[in-house]
């Protein structure tokens, strides 16, 4: 799996086909249909990609209600994926912490919606 090798090197174009952005969660509910523990996100990235869904295995350290309003980081331009009854069209973005569990990446100030990661 490409990722797990830090030694293994991408050109620069690579990167750049990866479209990173920010986006405000509008809601975020509980997904009991998931194999794991997850929560359903909508997601609010602003003008031109509007609002998007996605699912996120995030329980450990977050509940829906602290979600609302939070912003996130996410590939937007990855195929929808159908994940139980739920068609996920975002990879929202962690990092596992100490156990394994998602920490949600995020920028330390608040910016506009839709920015790029560069």
Do not use: W
Not at 42 to 53: A, M
Not at 71 to 92: C, D, Y
Request: net charge neutral; charged share 25%.
């Amino acid at each position: 799996m490409a990722g797990k090798d830090p030694e293994a090197q991408i050109g620069f174009d690579d990167f750049l086909k990866v479209d990173v952005r920010v986006g405000t969660i509008l809601t975020a509910e509980p997904f009991p249909e998931a194999r794991k523990p997850a929560i359903k996100l909508t997601i609010d990235f602003g003008e031109p990609i509007g609002v998007k869904k996605s699912s996120a295995q995030i329980t450990k350290h977050y509940t829906p209600e602290a979600l609302v309003g939070r912003q996130v980081m996410a590939v937007v331009n990855f195929p929808p994926r159908q994940i139980g009854p739920m068609r996920s069209e975002v990879l929202t973005l962690g990092v596992p912490d100490a156990e394994g569990e998602v920490v949600l990446l995020r920028p330390d100030i608040e910016v506009p919606k839709g920015g790029r990661l560069y």
